[in-house]
């Protein structure tokens, strides 16, 4: 049985980050996001309904052997936790000279120390979420936010004459809803879809909520998709 929850994880126990987790601390949940497509990196991310973890397995295929909706127990002891992008993360601590605080575990075999894989899979549904409304307790997790313009790009260039028309998910995107709050998306360059056209209208998205800087100053909320699919018309 797991002995705290995600929420109590994030603000009691690892609180601002850079600890080493060394009692016996075990959570549950369902994976969240997918590596399916290359948006997510070697990593997936679990959600127990009062918070989200990243877990930095360091392994490729883990839509395979971790599928969505998968219920796993996560035994922490001896595991270093901080934050990236505002989401809580779990793995091996990063060498000095790093500039990330969370490194990969790296092998099959502490992955497997880490993670209990059960037989139950079940559906997974976005937290539906004003802009408005999201907050620190969000990040990490699925969310689903409806009403969004496409208002900028970094995959543009004005110069060359680019419009929003030649915008493609690659890099940043900037959307607003009705009432004018925004929101970035976020799409590596590896994904399979990087390259495809970012749909203009009026679109709903679901991601993995972070934060972060948009346009290398100004710091937002994002959202990461797990797939194109995450993006569909309103």
Known sequence: MPTTTIEHLRTRIVGSG????????????????????????????VDD?????ELMAGLYGLDR??????RVMLHL???YADYGYGVLQVGRKAEAYESYGVDY????????????RGSE??????????????????????VHIRSLHLVD??????????????????GYALFKSDNGDSIAVYTRNYATFA????????????????????????????????????????
């Open 18 to 45: 850079g600890v080493v987790l060394r009692d016996s601390i075990t959570v549950s949940g369902c994976v969240i996001s997918s590596d399916a497509d290359d948006n997510f990196y070697r990593t997936f991310i």
């Open 49 to 53: 309904g009062t918070g989200a973890v």
């Open 65 to 70: 052997l971790y599928p969505l909706g998968t």
């Open 77 to 79: 002891r001896g595991c």
């Open 105 to 116: 575990l790296g092998s099959r075999e502490a992955l497997d120390r880490v993670v209990e």
């Open 121 to 142: 899979v079940e559906a997974i549904v976005a937290e539906h979420r004003f802009i408005s409304e999201l907050s620190e307790a969000d990040l990490g997790r699925l």
């Open 153 to 170: 790009s970094s995959s543009i260039d004005t110069l060359l004459g680019d419009t929003l028309d030649d915008a493609v998910w690659r």
């Open 195 to 234: 390259g495809h056209p970012i749909p203009r209208g009026e679109l709903s998205i679901s991601g993995i909520l972070q934060w972060g800087k948009y346009d290398g100053r100004r710091e937002c909320y994002q959202l990461k998709m797990r797939y194109e699919q995450d993006c569909i018309y309103r």
